[in-house]
């Protein structure tokens, strides 16, 4: 059994969702290679010190999977980050460079660590993968560096900065604008868009006409362009 699933880790590309299903029945293939290491009749069954040996190593190989499959929801610490940067650094690389939801709840790694990490807010990206961390551990925010390999990598590229989904038909985007002409320090917004149910396909045009604003009249230039006529911000 063990072999089938080596053949298929190493000879054999399959789907990502489909060959991590496969690497959770290696846990049954160590149960069977367990039983025959400790009941029959060898050196591990003859020699104390080998065979209390061989079940302390079983019994941490069977915590770790407990631990990993099934208290692992509970026990795994999972925080939430915010995106900040989707940079194409090429054609086939992307780094994206996230800060946590809330500064008193995030990661502490080494260089070179790495993580579990998903996107839940889009719906080809909801699986999670394991990725490098490429940032230095002194600071808040964390990137990761992904070439473009199978079907997950190659949608990194599609993330977006500051979106994210508070329900199934609502999207938010947290907007800084940056103007050092007119601004003294960046302008922050939030926009919320929510997914309306058109059952019946109906277009709606919005018309807004307000000309008893005189800031509103708009002239044709000479160059074929459109300006608003002697805007002022008088009343």
């Not at 080596?6 to 496969?22: A, Q, R």
């Not at 190989?61 to 692992?72: E, K, M, N, P, S």
């Not at 008193?104 to 070179?112: D, M, S, V």
């Amino acid at each position: 059994l063990m072999i089938l699933f080596l053949v298929l880790t190493f000879f054999v590309k399959l789907p990502y969702h489909i060959w991590k299903l496969t690497h959770k029945f290696l846990g049954l293939a160590f149960f069977f290679a367990a039983l025959h290491v400790l009941f029959i009749p060898s050196d591990v069954t003859s020699v104390a010190v080998l065979k209390y040996y061989m079940f302390f190593l079983v019994a941490s190989g069977f915590a770790a999977i407990i631990y990993r499959t099934v208290l692992g929801f509970f026990l795994v610490p999972q925080l939430e980050y915010i995106i900040d940067e989707v940079r194409n650094i090429n054609p086939t690389i992307v780094e994206i460079v996230m800060h946590p939801k809330d500064e008193k709840k995030r990661i502490t790694y080494t260089p070179g660590q790495f993580i579990f990490i998903g996107f839940p807010d889009t719906p080809s990206l909801s699986e999670v993968h394991p990725f490098s961390l490429s940032s230095a551990p002194d600071g808040a925010r964390i990137s990761i560096g992904v070439k473009a390999l199978g079907d997950y990598t190659t949608h990194l590229s599609e993330l977006k900065a500051g979106d994210r989904k508070t329900d199934p038909k609502t999207l938010q985007a947290d907007v800084w604008v940056f103007d050092p002409v007119n601004l003294a320090e960046p302008w922050y917004t939030r926009q919320s868009w929510t997914q309306l149910t058109n059952d019946e396909y109906l277009l709606r045009i919005r018309y807004w006409d307000c000309r008893e604003n005189e800031n509103n009249d708009i002239v044709i230039e000479k160059d074929g362009t459109s300006q608003f006529d002697e805007f002022t911000f008088g009343r």
